[in-house]
């Protein structure tokens, strides 16, 4: 199994594949993951739940040693509404395409972008017109379910709303009334 990015744990969704398997004229492939991993990804997320997440990609070598994985993520997931605090369900659909290099030519490009961006005047700039430096092939595999992790977790509405939520609704609704104290003194005094 492939780890994660916290050292000892498991990926909770993990699809090897060896780049040496992959023809020069390219494969698709299809991942679903199965429903002990889309629960453990629901707790990773933060979602109610999670289901039906599938990875879809074509892979083309890039020269001998490179890969390029263009695809898309889809799931349906279960989110807490921000304005009404109730579960809803909504739909991912997160398009990706990652170019994949040898471990030492990606650490190498990522030390370039750092520097390039160190080096910016205008660093926020420069970070916003940076190309994402490719990923590594590590042990000859790439991981199509940890990268579909990934999109699925960059396609999540980090502040989900339930479709027709509002927080005016939540405004204009009349607070609820407190019984004033001196309705309780004048019904002492009736009786």
């Known amino acids: 199994m492939i780890e994660s990015l916290f050292p000892g744990e498991v990926a909770p969704f993990s699809r090897p594949v060896a780049v040496a398997s992959v023809a020069e004229s390219g494969v698709r492939v299809k991942y679903r993951?199965?429903?002990?991993?889309?629960?453990?990804?629901?707790?990773?997320?933060?979602?109610?739940?999670?289901?039906?997440?599938?990875?879809?990609?074509?892979?083309?070598?890039?020269?001998r040693d490179g890969l390029c994985a263009k695809g898309r993520v889809t799931a349906l997931v279960t989110q807490?509404?921000?304005?009404?605090?109730?579960p809803f369900e909504a739909s991912v659909d997160e398009p990706f395409e990652?170019?994949?290099?040898?471990?030492?030519?990606?650490?190498?490009?990522?030390?370039?972008?750092?520097?390039?961006?160190?080096?910016?005047?205008?660093?926020?700039?420069?970070?916003?017109?940076?190309?994402?430096?490719?990923d590594p092939?590590?042990?000859?595999?790439?991981?199509?379910?940890?990268?579909?992790?990934?999109?699925?977790?960059?396609?999540?509405?980090?502040?989900?709303?339930?479709?027709?939520?509002?927080?005016?609704?939540?405004?204009a609704a009349p607070a609820p009334e407190k019984p004033s104290p001196f309705a309780a003194l004048a019904k002492i005094k009736k009786d």
């Open 33 to 63: 993951a199965t429903e002990g991993e889309c629960a453990a990804l629901a707790r990773q997320d933060g979602l109610v739940a999670l289901r039906d997440l599938v990875v879809e990609a074509e892979l083309v070598r890039r020269g």
């Open 80 to 86: 807490t509404c921000v304005v009404t605090l109730e």
């Open 98 to 134: 990652i170019e994949f290099v040898p471990q030492a030519e990606a650490k190498a490009a990522y030390a370039k972008a750092i520097a390039e961006i160190e080096a910016a005047a205008d660093k926020a700039s420069a970070l916003a017109g940076q190309m994402d430096p490719p």
């Open 137 to 171: 092939i590590v042990g000859g595999k790439v991981d199509l379910g940890v990268l579909g992790a990934e999109f699925l977790a960059l396609g999540l509405d980090p502040h989900p709303r339930k479709p027709g939520a509002s927080f005016g609704e939540i405004l």
